[in-house]
Nanobody
């Protein structure tokens, strides 16, 4: 069982930056990790994925603005979000799956609100 805890959300003006963190309770170095978000009235959608070796994938709407990194020694996942837009407002979740993560594990989410 892996527990994930996100932090770093908040309210920021459009054009600003935030850095989200996701702390895992167990060794997730061999797991794929991802950031997802859910805006009000919408389903949960992938934002980025990062493999155990650090290869990243981003959805087109955040490419060039968001950067996902991981620190396997500390079991941490990060999402640096720059040039934030109102449309980025959502609850952000981290997830771990694949590799030694035999199940998909989710955090409780952290709220990001971008004001105009």
């Amino acid at each position: 069982q892996v527990q994930l805890v996100e932090s770093g959300g908040g309210t920021v003006q459009a054009g600003g930056s935030l850095k989200l963190s996701c702390a895992a309770s167990a060794n997730i170095s061999s797991c794929g990790m991802g950031w997802y978000r859910q805006a009000p009235g919408k389903g949960r959608a992938m934002v980025s994925r990062i493999t155990s070796t650090g290869t990243t994938t981003y959805v087109p709407s955040v490419k060039g603005r968001f950067t996902s990194t991981r620190d396997n020694a500390k079991n941490l996942l990060y999402l640096q979000m720059n040039s934030l837009e109102v449309e980025d407002t959502a609850m952000y979740y981290c997830a771990a799956s694949g590799g030694t993560c035999v199940d998909t594990y989710w955090g409780q989410g952290t709220q990001v609100t971008v004001s105009s």
